[in-house]
Every structure is written in structure tokens, then in C-alpha cells.
């Protein structure tokens, strides 16, 4: 009997392991699904919220003379496949299985790598995703795909998106909520399994668009945290941005930012955001782009939302001639040590805006961006510090 609808408690996410130049290291040969070992499988996100995914084919017509309509419409680009989700934030286990590269928690500021170390020297820079569909009626954390009778088993699906690269990542926090984040992905192709072992790789060959087919996947059990943490998400209060002179995270606070303030700022909200733009490459002979590299400069953007407190002295003419730079840090604790956090470094002040009307607080917004380093940069761009095991 078919499912009369799916929700989100038959669901789960997985994200595959880094492809290298000498290929896919999460999955095993034909044949030999049952060798995979628990180490060797593709790791399920935890606290996923929502998930997105979607195709679409761009076709040129093929007109001529004599014709009204096109004699043929024809597949000139690879297809585009794009995934997007997002997840309350615990920690950093989805950030470290997605490629980025986390600091230790007793890593001092000054001595961070950057978060895209490992995109940037394609080591963690392409994956395969799965969407993991159980049976109607079961959770998909412990879900045992032999229960009961075939019927169950033939009912468990996975949607698969190969060849994913990340294209943004965003992270937010407010008051009154949870903090989140939200990935999106740009991939090479989809497939349509039944059962989570046994079925082909989603990826494809880039230069040709040939399916994988040397390789299976298997999914592991889903379990209702993937991580060593016991944490089950970060509350509001648990979160403090700060605004630092640039090259001093740890002391002296700059108190004057464009006029406002900051140290008698109620902080109300933070906005992280990286776009990773990808550029396919081309060439002769090839159906499809060989390769999907990321566009440079990448900036990194936070907007701090604040209600006002005291205003200081100073005028845009100073911001212009006097251009500053500073350290932003996002810093999320757990029984008052550092937890996670995000630092922005040499970071410039954007814009201002300021908000006033009846019935509300004065508010103020202030808008940052720092370019992205390489992974040898130390003093600017985007780093993350935390736990992530």
C-alpha cells in the first residue's frame, strides 16, 4: 500500500563524505554493500528544519526557415540541481560534515584557520546528499528497514543529489528564537531509489554525464543526534555579539561605530551570511563543465540589529577619511564556556539605518562585510571555533 502523504517525522537528511582527486570515499564497490564499514558511510545532519530540493532543464530552440516552430529543442546546458535546508544550531557537526574547517574550542582568536580552508583546496569541496523517505507511520531515527514485511522495505525511498558544492551559507540568531543556519547546494544530477543500500551512486561523470556506476551507497540508521554533544539547541540567551577594534578580539572594544554606541546597544539580532558563487568551466568535447569553481573575491556579510542606547560623537566625514576596521565575534556558550562561535575579521562598516517611529524602540542596523581570505590568512575573513565532533 502506497504512503497518503509524507511528513516530517518519516525524513532524514544525510550529507555524503569528501570527494578527493582519487574519488568517492563513502561508499564501496558493486557487490560489496555489506562492507561498507559505519566509518565509511554518509553522515546524517542533525536539527534539520526544512528541505528543498528541485531540477530544471534549459533547452534552445532550434529554428529554420520555413518553420513556425522550432524543429527541435535541444539540451545545450547540463541541468541545474539545487538543495537548500536549514537546521537549529547546536554546534558545528553539520558545519564540519558539509566541508568547512573548525577550530577547536581553545583555539585562541588570533591563531583561527579560515572556514573554507578545505573548499579552497578541494578536499571538501564535493559530496553526495540524500533524502531519506521511511514508511508512513515511522520515525526515521531508528527505523528498521527490515520490519515487518517487504511492503515496508519497498516504501523506504531516497531522493539522491549528486556532485553537491556549496553555493551560501547563512547563520541567524534573534531574540525570542532559536538560532538557525541554511545551506544551499548546486549539484550535477538527481536520482530516485527504493531501499538505503544497494543503489548507485547519485554522481555523475562531469565531462560526459554518465552515471556512476562502480560505487553503492548505504545509508546508516538514523539516530536522533549524530554527534557526541548532547546538546539539543542553542537559546537566545545563550548568544553575545561583539564589535572589536580589528586584530583585538579579546579586549578593547571599540565603543564608537558610526555614532552609535555599541557597548550601550541591546543587541536584538545577528545575520551571517557567504555567498559562494560557482563558475562552471567548458570545454570542447565535453557535454557538461568539467569542473564548478568558486568566483572570487567571496565576501562575507553580518548585519547587527540593535535598540538604541546612548549616541557618541562623530560624523560620517571621519568614517571617510578615519575607515576602520573591525572584529566581529558571535559567540554562543554552553554553562558559560565557549560553545561556537563565528568571527568576522576585518570587517568594514557598509551602511547605518536607523529606525524610529510611534509604539517602538529606537533601533539601529548596522551593516558589515569582510572579503574571504586564503587559507594561510589569519587576520581576515570568515572563521568558526566550536565543537563539532
Do not use: W
Request: zero cysteines; hydrophobic letters at 35%.
Amino acid at each position: 500500500m502506497g504512503k497518503n502523504r509524507i511528513i516530517y517525522q518519516s525524513e532524514a537528511l544525510y550529507a555524503g563524505r569528501d570527494k578527493p582527486s582519487g574519488g568517492y570515499i563513502d561508499e564501496t564497490g558493486v557487490g560489496d554493500v555489506d562492507a561498507i564499514q559505519d566509518d565509511a558511510r554518509p553522515y546524517q545532519l542533525q536539527r534539520v528544519q526544512s528541505a528543498n530540493y528541485s531540477f530544471e532543464i534549459a533547452r534552445q530552440d532550434v529554428n529554420q526557415f520555413g518553420n513556425l516552430a522550432a524543429i527541435d529543442r535541444v539540451i545545450l546546458d547540463q541541468p541545474t540541481v539545487s538543495l537548500d535546508f536549514t537546521y537549529y544550531i547546536n554546534n558545528f557537526f553539520n558545519e564540519d560534515k558539509l566541508g568547512f574547517a573548525i577550530n577547536g574550542t581553545t583555539v585562541q582568536y588570533n591563531s583561527l584557520t579560515s572556514s573554507i580552508t578545505d573548499l579552497l583546496d578541494k578536499t571538501a569541496d564535493e559530496r553526495n546528499y540524500y533524502i531519506r523517505t521511511v514508511n508512513e507511520g515511522f520515525d526515521a531515527v531508528a527505523f528498521d528497514e527490515d520490519y515487518g514485511d517487504t511492503a515496508v522495505k519497498a516504501n523506504n525511498d531516497v531522493i539522491a543529489v549528486g556532485n553537491g558544492f556549496l553555493s551560501s551559507y547563512s547563520s541567524e540568531g534573534a531574540v525570542g528564537d532559536f538560532p538557525t543556519a541554511s545551506v544551499t547546494v548546486e549539484a550535477l544530477n538527481m536520482s530516485f531509489d527504493t531501499g538505503s543500500s544497494g543503489n548507485y551512486l547519485p554522481a555523475v561523470n562531469p565531462t560526459d554525464g554518465t552515471k556512476i556506476t562502480d560505487k553503492l551507497y548505504n545509508l546508516p540508521t538514523g539516530v536522533r543526534t549524530s554527534s557526541d554533544d548532547a546538546t539539543t539547541v542553542l537559546k537566545p540567551g545563550d548568544i553575545t555579539v561583539s564589535i572589536y577594534n580589528a586584530g583585538s578580539t579579546s579586549t578593547e572594544a571599540d565603543p564608537n561605530v558610526g555614532g552609535v554606541d555599541v557597548s550601550d546597544s541591546k543587541i536584538q539580532s545577528y545575520s551571517l551570511n557567504v555567498d559562494f558563487g560557482r563558475e562552471p568551466l567548458q570545454r570542447l568535447g565535453n557535454r557538461f563543465a568539467f569542473a564548478r569553481e568558486i568566483t572570487f573575491p567571496v565576501t562575507a556579510s553580518m548585519s547587527v540589529d540593535a535598540l538604541m542606547g546612548d549616541l557618541t560623537t562623530g560624523n560620517l566625514a571621519e568614517v571617510l577619511t578615519h575607515d576602520k576596521s573591525y572584529d566581529l565575534v558571535v559567540e554562543m556558550k554552553k554553562d558559560g564556556a565557549r560553545h561556537m562561535a563565528y568571527v568576522l575579521k576585518d570587517a568594514k562598516l557598509d551602511s547605518q539605518e536607523f529606525s524610529s517611529s510611534i509604539g517602538d524602540n529606537k533601533g539601529v542596523t548596522l551593516n558589515f562585510s569582510s572579503q574571504i581570505g586564503s587559507k594561510t590568512e589569519t587576520t581576515v575573513g570568515l572563521f568558526m571555533s566550536g565543537v563539532h565532533a
